[in-house]
């Protein structure tokens, strides 16, 4: 099949030919990725702006490396050093990236819907590098993938997702990701932390990680979202880490073959002690290897690459 969407705005709207696709089309750029000069001239003479409203390592980079390495021009704005500490809106700044004609934007922001509000307004395709605790899309698609290639398959397998799952979006696009493509998915944290509904998007949800854990396949951690949390929503770090950390013990109700994943930044010693992180069960760099993979197919997909 060809790519026929302009945006990649989240999972939810995806089906899993069109999750093939980009996993497919992602690892037909893995082997870029190895080589002494890493750059294919796939997307000369394009221009892709990397708009980021919010703080990113991975995201960020990834998309900038991935762009370059097909050889796009990539510019990065960051809002803290644009117009936008001056009083500019979102759409008027988008407004004048759209003037500039750039080739695609890829946006991060606070707000839930500011990628969508962008790809009704402007020409360019969109991609959303993660709005508010609404998705984050390209982050699910690098887990699929790193799962993909580490059990061989994801229908069929036993997910347990435990941590901040009420303000994730990594959850969310993961539980998305995941269903659509036949996985089973538990998820567990504090009962501050698990939305009331969260059953309804066809996942288990539990208040403790070993009954969340028994039997994965994968086992997924997330950290605390402190910068979305506006009131203390449980009594101390120390409490949360002795009743949620994955560690030697509560790891041995999972799979023997079980891996483990962190879409990062990690809080060592918090959501996870540093030999989960660190051991041979780990896959967490393996996920960000597969994140430049994943943000090349998109950059190639959205720019109408496939139609070459």
């Not at 989240?10 to 002494?36: H, K, P, Y």
């Not at 370059?68 to 979102?90: C, F, Q, Y």
């Not at 997702?161 to 538990?186: C, E």
């Not at 086992?219 to 506006?230: A, D, G, H, S, Y």
Request: hydrophobic share 40%.
């Amino acid at each position: 099949m060809k790519w026929s969407r302009k945006d990649l705005l989240g999972i939810q709207e995806l089906d899993g030919d069109e999750i093939n696709l980009i996993l497919d089309t992602a690892e037909s750029f893995i082997e870029v990725s190895t080589r002494e000069i890493k750059k294919v001239p796939t997307l000369r003479g394009k221009t892709v702006i990397n708009l980021f409203y919010e703080a990113s390592t991975r995201t960020r980079t990834s998309f900038e490396i991935a762009g370059k390495r097909l050889s796009a021009d990539t510019i990065n704005i960051a809002a803290s050093t644009s117009s936008v500490v001056k009083g500019e809106t979102l759409i008027d700044t988008a407004k004048n990236l759209e003037a500039m004609n750039p080739d695609l934007i890829v946006i991060r922001h606070s707000a839930a819907g500011a990628p969508h509000l962008l790809a009704g307004r402007l020409r360019q395709p969109i991609i959303n590098a993660g709005d508010g605790a609404h998705e984050h899309p390209t982050q699910a698609l690098l887990d699929l993938m790193t799962i993909r290639a580490k059990k061989g398959r994801i229908e069929g397998l036993k997910v347990a997702i435990v941590g901040d799952i009420a303000h994730s979006r990594v959850a969310r696009s993961n539980i998305f990701a995941l269903t659509k493509m036949g996985a089973t998915v538990s998820v567990a944290g504090p009962a501050t932390m698990l939305p009331r509904d969260i059953e309804r998007l066809g996942v288990a949800a539990y208040s403790r990680i070993d009954a969340a854990i028994g039997d994965a396949d994968v086992v997924m951690m997330l950290r605390i979202q402190t910068e979305r949390e506006k009131h203390n929503i449980f009594p101390s770090l120390r409490e949360y880490a002795q009743r949620f950390s994955l560690n030697a013990r509560n790891i041995e109700l999972a799979r023997p073959d079980c891996i483990i994943m962190h879409p990062g930044p990690m809080n060592r010693g918090v959501e996870i002690s540093p030999d989960m992180a660190d051991g041979p069960r780990s896959v967490i760099l393996d996920q960000v290897t597969n994140g430049v993979a994943v943000r090349m197919a998109l950059l190639y997909l959205l720019t109408g690459g496939n139609e070459s």
